[in-house]
């Protein structure tokens, strides 16, 4: 992880206060671009720019918009998030796609060997799916193939940053995972999804807090994940596996998960 990939760590950083972290909080705000060629004497200063971003970072968050790197915001900063980013309605989760024909077979594969990591992704994968058929009974079946037979839904390690770019995403630092649709949104037989995790970020299967392990949980990401590939878009409700801010142990299905599902496929 390159020093771009930096997060600030000071807590209580202000309007006119002059620190290194001020310059980490600027690259987790603003697109390069805006930076470079900028002298590091000048970066190092919070100004009226740097506030008002940290407020839309805030708004978008869902905590106090006080314009100051407080616990509140470090917290927000360093907590996981899934980049699709539109939770504009209240309780019920959104739907992404428009889900899958009922009892419809949905093979999956594990594209880029993660070397290592094969066994416990395969374990997350399982747990995943486990959870939303026993707890939200999401009317599908899941199996496991090879890359050979045309997997419907592909999970993957990579860069998340140059896949963001390559499709022309948004992306920032926060972002450790996506669920891209692909194929033709409306007839589910043509539609595929990839689920790809960022390979440069540390990935455990402990539940512990991130703050212990320094590393984010697959098993709640990979369970959010495949809340999106059931058809799910984010919910606004905190508790719910479907909010876009994850936490390490997050690993449920929750009451505003299951009412998504049943909405969606009519059970
Ligand atoms: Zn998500």
Not at 14 to 32: H, M, Y
Not at 126 to 141: G, S
Not at 215 to 221: G, I, Q, T, V
Not at 255 to 260: A, T
Request: charged share 20%; proline share 5%; glycine share 6%.
């Amino acid at each position: 992880m390159g020093v771009e990939n930096q997060l600030p760590y000071k807590e209580g950083l202000k309007i006119g206060d002059r620190d290194k972290n001020v310059i980490l909080l600027k690259n987790f705000l603003f697109q390069p671009e805006l930076l470079s060629g900028v002298p590091s004497e000048t970066l190092e200063i919070f100004d009226e720019n740097t506030r008002k971003s940290l407020i839309e970072f805030q708004n978008s968050a869902n905590i106090p918009a006080t314009g100051n790197l407080d616990s509140q915001t470090l917290e927000a900063i360093w907590t996981p998030k899934c980049p699709y980013g539109d939770t504009d309605v209240a309780a019920f989760t959104k739907i992404l796609h428009t889900g899958w024909p009922k009892n419809t077979n949905l093979t999956w594969a594990i594209l880029a060997n993660p070397g290592d990591k094969m066994g416990f992704v395969t374990s997350a994968i399982n747990f995943a799916i486990n959870e939303w058929k026993e707890t939200a009974h999401v009317p599908i079946n899941f199996s496991q193939v090879s890359m050979d037979n045309a997997p419907v839904i592909t999970v993957e390690f990579d860069n998340l940053k140059v896949r963001m770019e390559q499709e022309k995403q948004p992306w920032d630092n926060t972002m450790v995972a996506v669920t891209l649709l692909k194929g033709f949104k409306g007839e589910a037989p043509r539609r595929t999804m990839q689920v790809i995790f960022d390979g440069l970020r540390p990935w455990t299967s402990s539940g512990a807090s991130v703050a212990i392990t320094k590393a984010y949980d697959l098993f709640a990401n990979m369970a959010h994940e495949f809340g999106h590939v059931c058809g799910l878009n984010h919910s606004q409700d905190a508790s719910a596996l479907m909010f876009p801010f994850r936490k390490n142990g997050a690993r449920f299905c929750k009451l505003d998960d299951i009412l998504g599902i049943k909405a969606m496929y009519g059970i």
